[in-house]
């Protein structure tokens, strides 16, 4: 018989329980980035993280007497169950994340309590693992264990796949990222194609402006929207959402790095690329003393990183698969990287993610010369 118990949290002092479970979980792994307690604190709590303004969600704990061994979420998504079951969600679906158990056998009861939940609130499939929407942190890390994460990306550790699968979960989408030497121009080919984009009086390509920071990330929301509406596992971004998250990133976004195509006067793409603040990160800690806040806030006034990554861009649905849409994507492409290099000191880049049937975004991936460094997984059972 385990000597484990699996309890529900309930308390505040249990959410910081929770919480602080995977700095130990991982904390001799090092290419984990442990991120910033408050902010991992304000995901879980409702009132906090607006996602709670449409989901449910239940969080887990397992302990071995007094010792956390295990952690997990369970969650249900009321956007979700709306979304087409063509796009990959849709009513029935529930969620289980944030996975982190010593033992197999301890991750076997932790999904097995989340699968419990969410059947008791009326689900019939799962759809995992998501921490918490699809926007966060989907998909458990199965390729690219051997490098730290980037900003607002997961890491697991490889133990995770085999027991996941091994319970029945089937794999149904794999989300790829991929890697550049962004110190070297980019093809000729690419580079006759920006040349010939700058020629073309009806295209402008320009940097948001952080005065209008609103404005431009409405802008972007729309074009989002718009271009992503089809996409698997889009789910709307509510207003205080887009809010919330424009807070949260806006001492990140550089006005050099995030940019907006227009054409004939309308915004029709954006590319949005964030410094790497895993790298000051992972020398603060989750919890900066006096001088890590320090360190922090210098960095953000003026950062200074070896990667950068573009964790969004979206081109309007009536553009896409033209030459246009690809056209306009290596031109904000090489003016962001070239800002990268220039203006922070950056030799790497990072593109995604991206699903794998994206033929579009995977293409221009290619003929950039990136590579896939890391792959995640979503999986399915029923329930």
């Known amino acids: 018989m385990a000597a484990f118990t699996i309890s529900p949290v309930t308390t505040k002092a249990e959410r910081g329980q929770w919480v602080d479970y995977v700095y ?3 904390a001799k792994d090092p290419n984990f980035v442990p991120q910033l307690r408050a902010e991992e604190l304000e995901k879980v709590t409702p009132g906090g993280n607006p996602f709670h303004e449409h989901a449910r969600m239940q969080l887990f704990l397992a ?3 007094n010792r956390i061994v295990g952690r997990i979420s369970a969650h249900i998504d009321e956007l979700a169950l709306a979304a087409p079951v063509e796009q990959g969600m849709g009513p029935g679906t529930g969620n289980w994340g944030a996975l982190e158990a010593e033992t197999q056998e301890i991750a076997n ?15 019939t499939r799962v759809l995992a693992p998501m921490s918490l929407s699809v926007w966060e942190e989907p998909g458990l890390l199965v390729k690219g264990h051997d490098h730290p994460p980037t900003v607002m990306m997961g890491h697991q550790n490889a133990k995770f796949q085999p027991w996941v699968e091994a319970l029945g979960y089937i794999s149904v989408k794999s989300l790829l990222t991929y890697e550049l030497d962004i ?3 980019f093809p000729p080919l690419i580079q006759r194609i920006v040349k010939s984009g700058e020629k073309n009086a009806k295209i402008n390509v320009r940097g948001v402006s952080l005065k209008d920071f609103d404005k431009e990330a409405a802008i972007i929301l729309d074009i989002l929207n718009d271009a992503w509406s089809d996409n698997w596992g889009f789910i709307p971004i509510t207003d205080s959402e887009v809010a919330y998250t424009a807070k949260k990133l806006k001492p990140l976004i550089k006005s050099d790095l995030v940019q907006i195509a227009e054409y004939e006067g309308e915004p029709v793409a954006f590319m949005m690329t964030l410094p790497n603040v895993n790298e000051v990160l992972a020398k603060i800690g989750p919890k900066p003393s006096p001088l890590g806040w320090i360190k922090l806030l210098l960095w953000i006034w003026r950062p200074r990183v070896r990667t950068v990554r573009v964790p969004l861009m979206g081109v309007r ?9 690809s056209q306009i994507a290596f031109m904000m492409i090489e003016y962001i990287r070239r ?8 030799s790497r880049g990072e593109i995604g993610w991206v699903l794998d049937d994206n033929q579009g975004m995977n293409s221009i991936a290619r003929e950039i010369h990136s590579t896939v460094n890391k792959e995640y997984r979503v999986y399915e059972k029923t329930l």
């Open 63 to 65: 302990r071995d007497g």
């Open 183 to 185: 110190s070297k121009e």
């Open 317 to 325: 649905k009536k553009l896409q698969s033209s030459r246009m849409a």
């Open 339 to 346: 800002n990268s290099v220039a203006n922070y000191g950056a």
């Open 109 to 123: 009861a932790l999904i097995g309590k989340a699968e419990d939940w969410l059947r008791g609130q009326g689900m």
């Open 24 to 26: 130990t979980a991982n």
